[in-house]
């Protein structure tokens, strides 16, 4: 199994990021899949998920409105589009595989990609 993130970078407050995730070594299609992030000194914090299908999706109250999670499984990869961005959305962002649907365990995480929101 692989995940491998990217599109992180340096934005503005109130701008906005896409970020991929592309997968292999795993039938992508078939499992849910969520992203989570981690602030500089902080906990994880889950962000969203898809299920399989990308129809029934969910989101943390801090990315709703937001945040758009889809997912793409002829291109098994998994994307973020982040609108109005804050300072405090400034995290390590990682894509992580569940064992299963949407309220599984997650079993595989990728290295993470760094966003970054300031002025």
């Known amino acids: 199994v692989q995940l491998v993130e990217s599109g992180g970078g340096l934005v503005q407050p109130g701008g906005s990021l896409i970020l991929s995730c592309a997968a292999s070594g795993f039938t992508f299609s078939i499992y849910a899949m969520n992203w989570v992030r981690q602030g500089q000194g902080k906990g994880l914090e889950w962000v969203s998920v898809v299920d399989r299908d990308g129809e029934i999706i969910v989101y943390a109250d801090s990315s709703k409105g937001r945040f758009t999670i889809s997912r793409d499984n002829a291109k098994n990869t998994l994307y973020l589009q982040m609108n109005s961005l804050k300072p405090e959305d400034t995290a390590v962002y990682y894509c992580?595989?569940?064992?299963?649907?949407?309220?599984?365990?997650?079993?595989?995480w990728g290295q993470g990609t760094q966003v970054t929101v300031s002025s």
């Open positions: 992580a595989k569940t064992t299963g649907g949407i309220d599984w365990p997650l079993d595989f």
